[in-house]
């Protein structure tokens, strides 16, 4: 069989240069070094420090490899950290404007009550009795609950009873 042939046989020394010059040389530093015995005898001595700088080397790279991911956690956990942080930074936002307005609606709600006792009492009534409470406690506390709703509008349906029995009559 020739290397013609069979592309997956080795060459051999005189058909390949380059394989002829590196045997050339193993030769030569074989015969340097004292002969094969001598060789196998370094070769021997020299297996136990490359296996410890072998075990060594795996050692660094899993510690760097655990590095790495300390470094990507704690990136990750930073991104989160920043994420949260800014979520709650909106959150705060948007609470203390609702406590603001419910604060403001309220008061002018108080106001415009007090201000309207004089010539209705029944809107007094209305904009002072349970929608002030209801009001403050949509924008202050977010909840809206049905039983104040129903306590609103019973509010406003008697105020308006009220102030239709209590009309003066028409002046002639």
């Known amino acids: 069989m020739t290397t013609e042939e069979n592309s997956s046989?080795?060459?051999l020394p005189h058909d390949d240069p380059v394989v002829s010059a590196g045997l050339d040389i193993?030769?030569?530093?074989?015969?340097?070094?004292?002969?094969?015995?001598?060789?196998?005898i370094a070769f021997e001595a020299l297996e136990p420090q490359l296996k410890r700088e072998h075990?060594?080397?795996?050692r660094q790279l899993d510690?760097?490899?655990?590095?790495?991911?300390?470094?990507?956690?704690?990136?990750?956990?930073?991104?989160?950290?920043?994420?949260?942080l800014e979520r709650e930074k909106r959150q705060h936002a948007l609470w203390m404007t609702g406590l603001y307005?419910?604060?403001?609606?309220?008061?002018a709600m108080?106001?415009?009550?007090?201000?309207?006792?004089?010539?209705?009492?029944?809107l007094s009534l209305v904009l002072c009795g349970p929608s002030l409470v209801a009001m403050g406690k949509l924008y202050v506390l977010?909840?809206?609950?049905?039983?104040?709703?129903r306590a609103v509008s019973t509010a406003a349906r008697s105020a308006a009873n009220a102030a239709q029995q209590a009309q003066p009559p028409p002046v002639p």
Not at 55 to 58: A, D, E, M, S
Not at 143 to 148: M, S
């Open 142 to 149: 977010r909840r809206n609950d049905p039983d104040d709703m």
């Open 26 to 40: 193993a030769m030569k530093w074989g015969a340097a070094l004292g002969g094969p015995e001598k060789l196998k």
């Open 63 to 84: 510690m760097q490899r655990e590095a790495t991911a300390r470094a990507e956690e704690n990136a990750r956990a930073a991104a989160d950290r920043m994420v949260r």
């Open 9 to 11: 046989a080795l060459p």
């Open 55 to 58: 075990q060594i080397r795996l």
């Open 101 to 107: 307005l419910g604060s403001v609606i309220s008061v």
């Open 110 to 122: 108080l106001v415009a009550g007090i201000y309207a006792a004089r010539d209705s009492w029944w």
